[in-house]
């Protein structure tokens, strides 16, 4: 099945840094990726749609300054964390998908980021 | 926000016997997708229904769908302890939104 790597898998960090967390499609071309949150024992929240050379398309109450995101090109999106503070700490998961494909999301294997 | 909703929340079955899943959705679908979340780990996915099929199976899986109630059901059948997971629902649209989830426990 298709890869989807995501890298960091763990981040610990100072309050104040600034944290990017990359999303690689392997071997697909991703029309699509998404970004998710997901606190413990909870569902997927979408953050963010992020569009091959378009600007991502950010949900309700996610502030795109705080979260950027970039995708550059048909495999690669990356999210950046800013000034990442302690409440930022969280699951983040991304995912690749070929609109039209009538295929899945492929998910990375998510990043643990912990904010002291 | 969320799409879907699953039911039960929790559910923890003896090794052997079958576990079912529920998922209710909002809008009109494409397609509607199961998937397993291992703890602290990304999603796996299990099986893709299309909005015209009614029922498909993948090895001991069974998913059916029903547009008319905006539901769908993820069987599986004789579960094993390795079944232990999260199960989520998702339903496409112009975005993916994923269910609640169901965390099954399956006891050796």
């Known amino acids: 099945g298709a890869v989807v790597s995501q890298h960091p898998s763990r981040v610990i960090c100072k309050s104040g840094t600034s944290v990017k967390i990359e999303c690689r499609s392997l071997?697909?071309?991703?029309?699509?990726m998404f970004w998710y949150r997901q606190f413990p024992k909870q569902s997927l929240m979408l953050m963010a749609t992020?569009?091959?050379?378009?600007?991502?398309?950010?949900e309700q109450g996610v502030e795109k300054d705080k979260f950027l995101i970039n995708h550059a090109s048909l495999t690669l999106s990356t999210l950046t964390v800013t000034s990442a503070h302690p409440e930022d700490s969280s699951f983040y998961i991304c995912?690749?998908?070929?609109?039209?494909?009538?295929?899945?999301?492929?998910f990375g294997d998510g990043t643990r980021l912990s904010i002291l | 926000s969320q799409q879907g909703e699953e039911d039960p929340q929790a559910l923890s079955i003896q090794e052997g016997e079958n576990a079912t899943m529920n998922c209710s959705y909002k809008?009109?679908?494409?397609?509607l997708q199961w998937y397993r979340q291992n703890s602290g780990r990304g999603l796996v996915h299990l099986i893709l229904?299309?909005?015209?099929?009614r029922e498909k199976h993948s090895g001991r899986l069974r998913v059916t769908l029903d547009t008319s109630k905006k539901s769908s059901s993820l069987l599986i059948t004789a579960s094993r302890a390795a079944d232990t997971a999260s199960y989520f629902c998702?339903?496409?649209?112009?975005?993916?939104?994923f269910g609640t989830g169901t965390s099954l426990t399956v006891i050796p």
């Open positions: 229904i299309r909005s015209n099929e």
């Open positions: 992020s569009n091959e050379g378009s600007k991502a398309t950010y």
């Open positions: 809008t009109s679908i494409n397609n």
């Open positions: 995912s690749a998908y070929r609109k039209s494909s009538n295929q899945p999301q492929h």
């Open positions: 071997d697909f071309q991703a029309t699509t």
């Open positions: 998702a339903t496409d649209g112009n975005q993916f939104y």
